[in-house]
């Protein structure tokens, strides 16, 4: 038989959180007591006022398509949400609903990036950024945001990396998988040198709501108007919601941008789920108490888990300002222990400590690990003791 694959395809990489959250499923299956500390969703459910909408949705027969970049009325109320929270007045031609981020993401790079057109991806860097770049046929442009720089790039490093084929730099605060914010202060040194060398900025905002100890989050979209035409700000309400199998998420920029993003929408995915977005619209148009509820308990498993962490020999863990992941650098774990690789080091944490947790080689950074705090607080503190237990019966001067 042929080969039947396309070329692009051929070089795609796993996404490394859904490998390890299949295989931790596996083992449990086979009865085995394993920890879940890898997948980026919230442990909570849907708030209830949003499940009632959703049920109610389906008793008056909405349950049609809907315009392929969505809903009017969510439509609406993703703009109110951006006004509100965010002081951004967009109009309802520069808002598409798609079918979560993750895929408005892919949507915007199918749109934007011609063959050889680069994207700078700071490291570390969410999973999925590179590969969707490579599907577009762009090239991903790593610029390291060090462990020193608490996990960010600077303009200078920025600057550095732009030449004649660069298209985007993607901005993520707060950060998968760091957990860290960039302030108003970086994100204007940023958007000076986009403005200066006349490239786009992908802001991906998902993770807006969940920041801690007192920390706000800013859209490096609200900086001037100048900044904000040239930025797309891409969110949803998985994380902020606990809403991750509704798969819902939006883009708010260049109307010609999401004309494109519409146009090519109308050919995938036709529209997000017509359920899903009634849900969404009283996500944003409903109560929040929810959200802050939810944001508080993810903060009060920081303060207690990071110092436990932090404890283990040979880990090294700059505290998050937000989302729900602390990313220890375990170099020196690894020294000590006999393992020269992050993933062997997290499949043997998996096998014999029973915790399932996310090497950072997915994220551009082969010696850390993330840890999703996104579980109870007992969980969290059992599998610490665990993954503690497995270092130091490994520990070697």
């Known amino acids: 038989?042929?080969?039947?694959?396309?070329?692009?395809?051929?070089?795609?990489?796993?996404?490394?959180?859904?490998?390890i959250t299949a295989k931790a499923k596996a083992l449990k299956e086979q009865g085995i007591d394993v920890i879940g500390?890898?997948?980026?969703?919230?442990?909570?459910?849907?708030?209830?006022?949003?499940?009632?909408?959703?049920?109610?949705?389906?008793?008056?027969?909405?349950?049609?398509?809907?315009?392929?970049?969505?809903?009017?009325?969510?439509?609406?109320?993703i703009i109110d949400k951006l006004q509100r929270d965010n002081s951004l007045a967009y109009q309802p031609n520069e808002v598409i609903v798609g079918v979560g981020a993750k895929h408005i993401l892919y949507t915007l790079f199918q749109v934007i990036l011609n063959d050889g057109d680069e994207v700078i991806i700071p490291i570390p860097y969410w999973v999925s950024y590179p590969e969707q770049v490579k599907l577009a046929g762009g090239v991903p442009v790593y610029v390291e945001g060090s462990r020193e720089q608490d996990y960010k790039i600077t303009a200078d490093q920025l600057r550095a990396a732009i030449t004649e084929k660069t298209k985007a730099v993607i901005i993520n605060s707060p950060s998968n998988p760091s957990g860290m914010i960039y302030s108003r202060e970086e994100l204007a040194e940023l958007a000076a040198v986009a403005q200066e060398k006349d490239i786009l900025i992908v802001s991906d905002e998902i993770y807006e709501k969940l920041v801690y100890n007192g920390i706000e989050h800013f859209s490096i979209a609200q900086l001037s108007d100048a900044v904000k035409a040239r930025t797309i700000v891409v969110n949803g309400v998985a994380k902020s919601h606990s809403m991750t199998?509704?798969?819902?998420?939006?883009?708010?920029?260049?109307?010609?941008?999401?004309k494109a993003m519409t146009d090519l929408a109308s050919h995938s995915t036709s529209n997000a789920t017509t359920t899903a977005q009634y849900a969404t619209v009283e996500a944003y148009n409903g109560s929040q108490d929810a959200v802050e509820e939810m944001r508080q308990a993810f903060e009060s498993r920081l303060e207690k888990i990071y110092p436990q962490v932090s404890a283990i020999p040979g880990f090294r863990v700059l505290k998050p300002q937000g989302a729900f992941y602390l990313l220890p650098d375990v170099a020196e774990a690894m020294a000590h222990t006999g393992y020269d690789s992050v993933d062997a080091f997290a499949a043997d944490i998996l096998t014999e400590a029973n915790v399932a947790v996310i090497p950072g080689?997915?994220?551009?950074?082969?010696?850390?690990?993330?840890l999703s705090y996104a579980t109870s607080l007992e969980l969290l503190e059992e599998a610490v003791r665990r993954i503690d237990a497995f270092v130091k019966s490994k520990w070697q001067d």
């Open 37 to 77: 500390l890898g997948a980026g969703e919230p442990d909570f459910n849907t708030p209830q006022n949003i499940l009632h909408a959703a049920t109610e949705s389906m008793e008056k027969g909405y349950t049609k398509y809907t315009p392929a970049g969505g809903l009017p009325v969510l439509k609406q109320a």
């Open 1 to 19: 038989m042929k080969n039947v694959l396309a070329n692009r395809v051929k070089t795609l990489t796993p996404s490394s959180t859904l490998a």
């Open 245 to 258: 199998g509704w798969r819902i998420g939006y883009a708010a920029g260049d109307a010609a941008i999401i």
């Open 361 to 370: 080689s997915g994220f551009g950074t082969p010696t850390t690990m993330r």
